[in-house]
């Protein structure tokens, strides 16, 4: 059974850091695009960080691109998404997508089918 788990959010000042996972179950999530997306309620979710299949290439909104990274462990069949220097618009339920069963050597644009359940990153002072 295909499932992605997020973790990691929580509240945090403005400037502050944190990590959050997104692990894979049931796939070998290397082989698929895996996307971050955010959502905050009355607004569509919005795409922030990618990564294709074999990690050919990363993709990064304009809102987080220099703050946030995507990083695969495939040791662990997860995939990171570090955000640095957070600001209170980041404030939003981070997701987690994944382009399984379809190979994308290019993730931007991506169709994903399969999602976890979330996880609440705050930004406040």
């Known amino acids: 059974q295909v499932q992605l788990t997020e973790s990691g959010g929580g509240l945090v000042q403005p400037g502050e850091s944190l990590r959050l996972s997104c692990v894979a179950s049931?796939?070998?999530?290397?082989?698929?695009?895996i996307g971050w997306f955010r959502q905050v309620p009355g607004k569509e979710r919005e795409e922030v960080a990618c990564?294709?299949?074999?990690?050919?290439?990363?993709d990064y909104s304009d809102a987080v691109k220099g703050r946030f990274t995507i990083a695969r462990d495939t040791a662990k069949n997860l995939v990171y998404l570090q955000l640095n220097i957070l600001k209170p618009e980041d404030t939003a339920v981070y997701f987690c997508?994944?382009?399984?069963?379809?190979?994308?050597?290019?993730?931007?644009?991506?169709?994903?089918?399969?999602w976890g359940q979330g996880t609440q990153v705050t930004v406040s002072s």
């Open positions: 997508g994944t382009s399984y069963p379809l190979v994308r050597s290019l993730c931007k644009g991506a169709d994903y089918d399969y």
């Open positions: 049931g796939f070998t999530s290397e082989l698929y695009a």
């Open positions: 990564i294709s299949s074999g990690d050919a290439n990363t």
